[in-house]
């Protein structure tokens, strides 16, 4: 801030929230007096955020064929690792309406898996811990699961997974979804097939 002669001058530093920052705005500054006098409401600006959103980079294997499988997820975002917020996971096929669907989130470290009828979040079980997570669809293995990475843009997940006895009978679609901070997500990415015949 600085206050000589005619002139005030104040660096003002904001942000924008995460839903409010999906569509441009003008920056206006009104000025008063002490007697009352005012300037009104001056446009001196506008504040576009560009959005810079999250991508799926890979997903190995890209075809498996057992039961207990290690996939290994990498994210990617623009603005730096730390802003991924949720690398959601889903395991699902064309012929049941049942799926294998959770996530993992970054800044806690932990991994989270929907019940049956996706009303009850399951977890967090850390990566690398001896416990797991299951539905009638598949369990997620904490012992088999580890962050291997998370540096640069990119988050690189190990998530061990096995498909249930009755889930395993149709082949299935292993996808992908990457959400950022800001609410920007990469939406559902296959990344690979999951058939046990």
């Not at 500054?29 to 009352?36: A, F, H, I, M, Q």
């Not at 470290?109 to 997570?133: K, M, R």
């Not at 904490?142 to 249930?164: C, K, P």
Request: negative net charge.
């Amino acid at each position: 801030v600085s206050a000589a002669g005619t002139d005030v001058t104040l660096n003002l530093g904001l942000g924008l929230q995460a839903s409010y920052a999906t569509a441009p705005h003008n920056v206006s500054l009104w000025v008063k007096d002490n007697e009352g006098h005012d300037s009104g409401w001056v446009q001196t600006g506008t504040w576009s955020v560009a959005t810079n959103p999250p991508t799926v980079v890979s997903g190995t294997p890209t075809s498996s064929s057992t039961t207990p499988q290690t996939f290994t997820f990498t994210g990617r975002d623009p603005d730096g690792y730390a802003d991924i917020y949720l690398m959601y996971f889903l395991v699902n096929s064309s012929t049941n309406p049942a799926m294998c669907y959770g996530f993992y989130n970054r800044a806690t470290n932990g991994l989270y898996l929907y019940n049956d009828a996706f009303t009850v979040l399951n977890g967090p079980l850390t990566p690398g811990s001896a416990g797991t997570l299951q539905n009638s669809q598949c369990v997620v293995y904490g012992s088999t699961s580890s962050l291997v990475s998370a540096a640069g843009t990119d988050v690189t997940l190990n998530l061990g997974l096995a498909l249930q006895a009755a889930y395993a009978a149709a082949p299935h679609n292993v996808s992908l979804w990457v959400k950022d901070n800001e609410g920007h997500d990469s939406g559902w990415v296959p990344t690979g097939t999951w058939n046990m015949h």
